[in-house]
Structure formats: C-alpha cells, structure tokens
C-alpha cells in the first residue's frame, strides 16, 4: 500500500496481495483511485468498498475470469495498456481516453453488466441486516394546495391520515411530542457507535433544535456565509485561470478546499467534504434552497445511507436569468432585478421532489420494506404515510390524531 493512504486493514491487504493488479485497468483504477481518500469516505461507503473486494478475492478465479471477461475484451480494441492507461491515478486524461473511444457505449454496458451480477450479491447481505428506519419530509405552510393536492406523485403508495393541530403548534409537535428530545437526537443517542446515521437537512433553521450531537445538520441558511465565500472563489479562479470547459472545471472545483468556518462539520473531514461538494457539484445548490435540500438529501442517501432523516423544505425565490458562470455567482448581487418569493413554483418542484426523494431511498436494500416515511406541511390537516405493514396501527385511526400520537408511533417503530 503507497505511503499516506489510510485505508482499512481489510482493504491494505487486498492491495498487497496484489488484487487490483489482477482486476481490467480501467476498473481498478477507478476504485483505486476513490480510496486514495479513505477518510472522506462515510462508513456506508467504506464497507461497499470492502464488501466488493472481498467478495472478488474470496471467489473462484475462473468465475472472476468469467465476470470480467467481456470488459477486458473491450479494453483490448480500446488500446489499454501499459503506456496508455496509469492504473494508479484516475485522471481527465482517462476520462478523455474512454470518451474518445468509439468502443465507449460497449465499455459502459460491460461496467454494468458486472455490477448487475455483483450488486445483488451485496444487496442481500446489507438486507439480512435490515432494521426499522425513517423519513420524514416536511414543508411550508405558504404553499397554495390544500391536502388533496399534496404528494399527488406517490399517494396511492401510502394512506392520508387526519391530524389535528392546537393554535400554538407546529412541528415541534410531531418532532418532541409532549417531551424535548426530537427524534432525531433520542436515535443518534442510542446509535452513537454509528456516526452519520442521522440527518437533518433544511432551507431554513426551524429544524436546528431537532439537531444535536451524533446529528448531521445542513441547512441552507445556515450556510449563508459559506456558500458567498464559495461563489466569491469560484469566480475569482475562472477569471485568473485558463479554464477551457466544464470539465476542467469541474476537476478544479473538486480540488478546491475551504472550510465552512461552522465548527460541527468541519471537525469531521467526510461531512466538510460532503458540504463542499454538493454546493459546487449540484447545480442550483448555492442558489435555491429547496434544491439545496433535494440535492443534499439525494447524495447524503446515496453515500452514508442514514436511519433517521429529518428533511424540511421552504419557499424558494423566484428564479432570476443566469448563465453557466452565474450558477457560482450571488444574484442578488448580479443583477438589479428584485428577489421575489415563488410560492406556486415552489409548490410545484415539491410535487417532483417529494416523488423523487421517495423513489431515491427505496433504490437501496437498507430501506426497502422497513423504512416509513411521514409526510407533513405545516398546519395541514393530513399527512401521508408510506410505511410497511408492521408499522404502528396509525392508519386505521378514524378520527384525526393529534400530533404527539403521530409522534409517540414514530418512537415505537424506532425502539425509542
């Protein structure tokens, strides 16, 4: 293993013992490459990793053979060799080999076609170990629908269920119940051995007392600051450097490093990272904050695979005209046209986005079948529950509950 890499001990002696070198270049070096970084690699990721190697290295050679077969014939009339492909750095140059190639759409097919057979695999072992999660997305009160026209997309998936609010509340309700502790911060406290196993992603801050130690928290204005400094950055790099297309620009953004200056992520390399990323990579997240949350939501699903994910949508400005340039740019200061809020366009991204995150967890093994998800707008007397049949009875109810019964089920089907 080179010096400076810290990966975990399963995966150093995978490298000594040479499996990377035995694997078609333009695979290994892909995967080598991901864990040159191995602390900004979030558990979930680490033990995909460590899962897939090791299962390559304990199965039979000819059945490995077999797998990879097709892609090395690719790699063959694609001209991979020694003197064309550094099987230890994954570069623009290999991403610009593989473009070029006119054996391109056969080499992306062959890269699937071994995934199709490898993922099931490791599907069914994250699966045997499955355990009651939940999702929980909530919007603003400003939004011009009634419940009837609320998560439209996937309704027929769950069941509307009647709630009652009392004058004073909100959702402090449905997140504490009669007690202090949200959800959230009572499951990081009894999951603590599990770091990144509980989200709260929000436009605003109203979702910050649900937060806490042990509890992922990224909200959009609480990023304010953060997110100016960026785009304050970027702009400056594109006008000092020979930047010559989005490409080159992404690699140049993937290696610029500032911190957050908020010491709770950036105490954690792999959550300052995460941050940085999806506001340099998303397009919209430095902008709108209601895509700040989709985007933020969709990677945190995709790479740390949460238990518990606390997920609060706002009202959205109206979007101003922009270029690709101006995506890195403050709008308010680039251009004199007033910043007006879109209730009715906000309204209508949800209706995609609630219909997007949804199928977007249910994607993977830890969540299907034993993961309910709640949603809820402020003051709306319905919410909508799409749950397993082992949830609690709350959909049975006839008569509309009020929001600390809503909340004491949501305990139950935790273990809290």
């Given at each position: 293993?080179?010096?400076?890499?810290?990966?975990?001990?399963?995966?150093?002696?995978?490298?000594?013992?040479?499996?990377?070198?035995?694997?078609?270049?333009?695979?290994?070096?892909?995967?080598?490459?991901?864990?040159?970084?191995?602390?900004?690699?979030?558990?979930?990721?680490?033990?995909?990793?460590?899962?897939?190697?090791?299962?390559?290295?304990?199965?039979?050679?000819?059945?490995?053979?077999?797998?990879?077969?097709?892609?090395?014939?690719?790699?063959?009339?694609?001209?991979v060799n020694d003197k064309t492909w550094n099987t230890r750095e994954f570069t623009l140059a290999h991403v610009d080999f593989l473009n070029r190639s006119p054996d391109y759409p056969q080499w992306r097919q062959a890269v699937s076609g071994i995934f199709a057979k490898i993922d099931p695999i490791l599907d069914e072992q994250v699966a045997r170990h499955g355990r009651p999660r939940l999702v929980m997305v909530l919007s603003p009160s400003e939004l011009p629908a009634s419940p009837d026209r609320m998560w439209t997309r996937i309704a027929t998936r769950g069941k509307r269920v009647a709630v009652k609010w009392s004058e004073r509340q909100d959702f402090a309700a449905l997140l504490t119940g009669t007690g202090e502790q949200s959800l959230a911060r009572a499951y990081a406290a009894t999951r603590a051995p599990a770091p990144h196993d509980t989200w709260v992603i929000e436009a605003g801050s109203r979702l910050a007392p649900a937060a806490g130690q042990g509890v992922a928290h990224l909200s959009y204005d609480g990023l304010r600051d953060y997110r100016t400094r960026l785009m304050d950055e970027v702009r400056k790099m594109v006008e000092a450097e020979d930047i010559r297309g989005p490409r080159q620009l992404g690699e140049r953004l993937r290696r610029m490093k500032m911190p957050s200056a908020r010491p709770e992520i950036d105490s954690m390399p792999v959550l300052?990272?995460?941050?940085?990323?999806?506001?340099?990579?998303?397009?919209?997240?430095?902008?709108?904050?209601?895509?700040?949350?989709?985007?933020t939501?969709?990677?945190?699903?995709?790479?740390?695979?949460?238990?518990?994910?606390?997920?609060?949508?706002?009202?959205?400005?109206?979007?101003?005209?922009?270029?690709?340039?101006?995506?890195?740019?403050?709008?308010?200061?680039?251009?004199?046209?007033?910043?007006?809020?879109?209730?009715?366009?906000?309204?209508?991204?949800?209706?995609?986005?609630?219909?997007?995150?949804?199928?977007?967890?249910?994607?993977?093994?830890?969540?299907?079948?034993?993961?309910?998800?709640?949603?809820?707008a402020d003051g709306m007397e319905e919410v909508l529950i799409i749950a397993p049949p082992d949830f609690p009875t709350l959909m049975t109810a006839k008569d509309p509950l009020p929001l600390e019964n809503v909340h004491a089920a949501l305990r139950e089907w935790l273990s809290l």
């Open positions: 293993m080179p010096e400076g890499i810290k990966a975990s001990s399963a995966i150093q002696q995978l490298v000594a013992k040479g499996l990377f070198d035995r694997l078609p270049p333009t695979f290994s070096t892909f995967f080598y490459d991901r864990i040159q970084d191995w602390e900004l690699l979030f558990p979930a990721e680490q033990s995909y990793f460590e899962r897939l190697f090791g299962l390559l290295d304990r199965s039979e050679a000819e059945a490995v053979n077999q797998l990879f077969a097709p892609l090395r014939e690719i790699e063959r009339r694609m001209g300052a990272d995460f941050t940085r990323s999806v506001l340099l990579n998303g397009n919209g997240t430095l902008l709108i904050n209601n895509t700040f949350v989709e985007w939501t969709v990677q945190a699903v995709r790479r740390a695979r949460p238990s518990v994910v606390l997920i609060s949508f706002g009202i959205r400005n109206k979007v101003k005209p922009f270029s690709s340039l101006l995506i890195y740019t403050d709008q308010d200061r680039a251009t004199p046209i007033p910043t007006q809020m879109d209730t009715l366009g906000s309204y209508v991204d949800l209706e995609i986005f609630y219909q997007y995150i949804w199928s977007e967890f249910e994607k993977y093994p830890e969540y299907r079948h034993n993961t309910a998800y709640i949603f809820a």
